[in-house]
Nanobody
C-alpha cells in the first residue's frame, strides 16, 4: 500500500508561481510511475506531468510544457511540481498519483487509472 499526501497549493495571481509537493510513504520501490493530474469543476481530468522514478524521464501535457517542471527527491520520497507563469486556466484541484507499472503511465494518469492517488491540493489563479 502507498500513501500520497499533497501540499503547497494556494491562491496566486496570473504570472505567479507555486510549488506543489507530494510526500509518499508505504511500499514505494525504486521503479515507479508517478505524476500529477488536475481536475477543475465541470471539466475533465487532465494529466499534467509524469516521471519515471528510476530513470527520471519526464513527460508533460502540451498545456503546461515550458511552464511546469516535475521533479523528485528520492531521499525524501517526495515528488514536486514547480509551476510558473500560472494562468487562470490552471485553476484546479491537483492530485499526485503513483503506480508500480510504467506501461502507459501518462495515458493512465490522464484517465485516472493509476493505482494510488492523494487527496489533492487546490490551486487558484486569479487574473
Amino acid at each position: 500500500q502507498v500513501q500520497l499526501v499533497e501540499s503547497g497549493g494556494g491562491s496566486v495571481q496570473a504570472g505567479g508561481s507555486l510549488r506543489l509537493s507530494c510526500a509518499a510513504s508505504g511500499a514505494i520501490s525504486k521503479r515507479y510511475c508517478m505524476g500529477w493530474f488536475r481536475q477543475a469543476p465541470g471539466k475533465e481530468r487532465e494529466g499534467v506531468a509524469r516521471i519515471y522514478t528510476l530513470s527520471g524521464s519526464t513527460y508533460y501535457a502540451d498545456s503546461v510544457k515550458g511552464r511546469f517542471t516535475i521533479s523528485q527527491d528520492n531521499a525524501k520520497n517526495t515528488l514536486y511540481l514547480q509551476m510558473s507563469s500560472l494562468k487562470p486556466e490552471d485553476t484546479a484541484m491537483y492530485y499526485c498519483a503513483a503506480d508500480p507499472s510504467t506501461t502507459g503511465c501518462f495515458s493512465r494518469l490522464n484517465s485516472g487509472r493509476l493505482n494510488y492517488w492523494g487527496q489533492g491540493t487546490q490551486v487558484t489563479v486569479s487574473s
